[in-house]
Structure formats: C-alpha cells, structure tokens
C-alpha cells in the first residue's frame, strides 16, 4: 500500500509539471520546421490550424484547441489519431511515440490541414 | 431602396452581365434578408419567391405546386452572431404557414443542428411539428454527422434512404433527389458524393423521360463557388453529367449561408439563406465562419453582402464550365428567380 503510493507520487510530479507548462502557455513551438524542446501547442482560429507544420521530438504531446465558433476536428490522414468533435475553447492532446510525418486534417472541414513532424 | 438607386444597379448589373438574365427580379430577392424560400413549380420550371412578398398577396394561381427550401438551422448554435437560432427557426417557420398557397413540403438542405446532439435534434422537431406543411425531406448538413458517423440523424430522418442518407421522390411530375455530400470527406478536398451514390444516381435518373423536371438538392452546393472555403464539392461534375439530356434542372443547396444562384444552360443552381446565422462572402473575410452583425442590423447586412458578391462575382469569383455546347444562356430555363 505504500509503496503504491510512493509510485503515484513520483509520477504525479512530472504530470504537474507538464500541466503547468500548458496553462502558462508552452514556448516551445517556435516556427515552422523547427524541432523544438517538448510539448506543442497548435491553434485553430480562422478555420485553419496553427502552425500549420509543427516539428517535435519523440515523446512530446501535443495539444489542439479551437477557438473558432464552429466545432472542428483534428484526424489524422493514417488514421493514427482521431479526436471527437471539438467546440470552441474544447481541446484535443495526442502523444507521439514514433519518429515520422503525420499530416492530419478537420474531418468537418476538409480543406483544414496540418502536419505534425516527429524527430 | 429608391427606384432610382434600384434602377443604377439594375443598368449596372445588365452592364456586367449581357446574358439575358433578368437580375433585376433577382435582386430584389437579394435584398430582402429573410429566412427560406418558397418555390413554386410552373410548367416545370421553378421560380423562387420570398416569404415577405409572397405572403398577403395571391401567389401565382397557374402553379401546379409549391415547397419550400429552408437551411442551416444550426440549432444549439448560440455565438454571438445569432444566441437565438431556435427564435429564428420558429420565424422562419411561422412565415411559412402565412403562405396562403400552402406549399406541399418542406426540404431542409441540412444543418439542423450544431453539434449532431440529440438534444438538437429535439428541439429541431419541436419547432418543425408547429409547420403547416407535415411532410419535410431532409438532407444531412456537416453539422449533422459530427458523432457516431451520423448514425443519429439517419434514425431520426434518414428513413427509407439509402448510404449515407440519399434518397429520392416524385411529386407531381417532378423527380426529386437529395444528394449527401457531407460523408467521408477527404483531406484537403470540398464535398464529396462518393462512387456509390453516383452510381446510385445514374440508375436513378435513367429510363426517366428527358421532359421530366428535376431536382437535386444536397447540403454543400454542387456548384464550385469558392474552393479556398471548400465551398463545392468535389465530384459534383459527374453527377451532373447524368442530368444532362434532361430539359430542366435545378439545384438547391445550402451550406454558404447565402444567396447565390448561376444558370448553366438548362441547369439552375441556387443557394438558400440559413435560419441562424449569415457567412461572409466568398473571400471577403478570413475564414467562411459565422458572420458577427447587430442584430436588429443582421436581415439588412445579409441582404447588402450578397447584393455585392453577386455583382462581382459573376466575373470573378464564380467561374462559369459549361456542361453543354450551349453554353451560359437563361433561355432554356425560363429565367430565374423572379415575382420577389
């Protein structure tokens, strides 16, 4: 039992962490194809989504939000990742754990685009 | 607006487009910012009206029938640019049922709801029931197959159609398809009908008579109006290619939350308005996201946007391919909209 709970502390530490790093709004996304430190944020405004391409390391995770009035969704074109329909202000995170290009699209409004590239 | 304001930008219009036309009953359609359309089937040939000068006045007493179009509904919508889509449903509504010619049906070319919620979809038939006209047909809009890949709507409005939600009638002589282009979509493409519902078409339309008038009506329009919008819909040319040999056609769309119309030879496209909330046009704003006016000035805003886009659009944002040798012409048709 202790050291259960032990196991949950280590791991609730950088979990933290990597929330904090969210809500004080990550800087590692920097410009188009550049690789960049951690996680990754990519806006949707306008009915597009940006930075269009993102470069991230293995591991990183990264987080869509839509702040268009007008749901959207963010699928990739391999089907890798698939978010549910997402309304304005509602957030999709997706970890990627291979190295590769995924270009991912809005299922709702297909001429939406993106690229996420995984170094 | 004056006459002699109207009568500038009738000269004007004429000016730009010296295709015999007659854009002057069409803008008056386009001024006025309502919320559907009435049309009226004469000797095949529809003819649109809009609800606030066909109520209290007689309606063409030759019509063989009437329906009507309304769009976009959007209900659970509640952004600034309309926080009460219901409202204006029911307006919507109401102005049908003062029709005095009571239309026979209602299409609804999609969107009924925001977020395919079933809650949505509730009030949604809440406000339908009080219509005057009981039988509507529906077609799916984006909006309305955002979860469970649309299973939702098909229960509750795509009985008896087929794949995604295609289905077709005849009324009185004249053959009706709803088409969906809202499933499947592809990355970087527009609306799509997919291989199965084109071959599903040409089997539908074959056989029948050449003088049969037809009718296909499909959420996103099948004409390309904007593609940076994805305002189009990819494979749209093939299905027409099976409405070819026929004498009249019409198109109704939705989706663009406009009016615009184009005569192609025998074929006329027209998209309605919606009931919740207006888009800019085409290429006017930086995305087709809804459009944020006062609003005791939306009906006005509406109106003046489209009038604009109209007049320049006709050489320069819509590109005209015509199906046939025959090339642009209204004659075939028997005009546009006009009565309004």
Redesign the interface.
């Known amino acids: 039992m202790t050291r259960k709970n032990v196991w949950f502390a280590g791991l609730a530490m950088p979990v933290m962490i990597v929330m904090l790093l969210l809500l004080a709004g990550s800087p590692s996304v920097t410009a188009n194809d550049q690789p960049s430190a951690a996680n990754a944020e990519v806006k949707i405004d306008?009915?597009?989504f940006g930075p269009q391409t993102v470069t991230v390391p293995i591991g990183a995770t990264v987080t869509w939000t839509n702040r268009?009035?007008?749901?959207h969704?963010v699928?990739s074109?391999d089907g890798v990742f698939k978010s549910?329909?997402r309304?304005?202000d509602e957030k999709f995170s997706y970890t990627f754990t291979k190295a590769g290009t995924y270009?991912?699209?809005c299922?709702?409004?297909?001429?939406m685009?993106g690229t996420i590239v995984v170094q | 607006m004056p006459d002699k304001k109207q009568d500038l930008i009738d000269q004007k219009l004429q000016d730009l487009n010296n295709d015999g036309v007659d854009r002057r009953g069409f803008l008056k359609c386009m001024a006025w910012a309502g919320t559907g359309l009435v049309w009226t089937l004469s000797g095949g040939i529809p003819v649109s009206r809009a609800f606030a000068k066909s109520s209290g006045r007689d309606v063409d007493k030759s019509a063989d029938f009437s329906f009507v179009q309304i769009s976009d509904s959007h209900i659970g919508?509640n952004?600034p640019?309309n926080p009460d889509v219901t409202a204006t449903l029911q307006t919507a509504i109401n102005k049908i049922n003062a029709i005095p010619h009571k239309p026979d049906f209602i299409i609804h070319t999609g969107d009924l709801s925001?977020?395919?919620k079933p809650s949505e979809f509730d009030t949604l038939d809440q406000v339908l029931r009080g219509a005057s006209a009981k039988q509507i047909y529906f077609v799916p809009g984006?909006?309305d197959m955002?979860?469970d890949n649309g299973e939702q709507y098909l229960q509750r409005y795509g009985k008896g159609t087929k794949g995604s939600g295609w289905s077709s009638f005849d009324h009185k002589g004249v053959h009706f398809a709803g088409l969906v282009n809202v499933a499947n979509?592809?990355?970087?493409?527009?609306g799509s009908l997919g291989h199965e519902q084109l071959e599903w078409l040409e089997d539908d339309l074959k056989g029948r008579s050449a003088s049969t008038p037809i009718v296909l009506y499909a959420h996103i329009p099948l004409w390309t109006i904007y593609?940076?919008?994805?305002w189009g819909t990819d494979d749209s040319e093939q299905a027409l290619s099976y409405v070819k040999r026929f004498g009249s056609v019409t198109v109704l769309n939705g989706h663009i939350h406009q009016i615009m119309q184009k005569i192609e030879g025998k074929v006329s496209f027209h998209t309605a308005m919606s009931t919740a909330f207006p888009q800019p046009a085409p290429g006017t704003a930086?995305?087709?996201?809804?459009m944020k006016v006062p609003a005791d000035q939306l009906q006005q805003v509406l109106g003046i946007t489209d009038v604009n886009y109209l007049v320049s659009g006709r050489s320069l944002a819509i590109v005209d391919s015509p199906l046939g040798a025959s090339g642009s012409s209204a004659s075939g048709n028997g005009g546009g909209p006009g009565g309004s």
């Open positions: 306008n009915f597009s268009d009035d007008i749901p969704t699928v074109t549910k329909v309304d304005t270009p991912y699209f299922s709702v409004h297909p001429k685009t | 919508f952004k640019a925001q977020l395919s984006e909006h955002l979860t979509l592809k990355a970087g493409g527009m593609p940076d919008w994805g930086p995305s087709a996201g809804p």
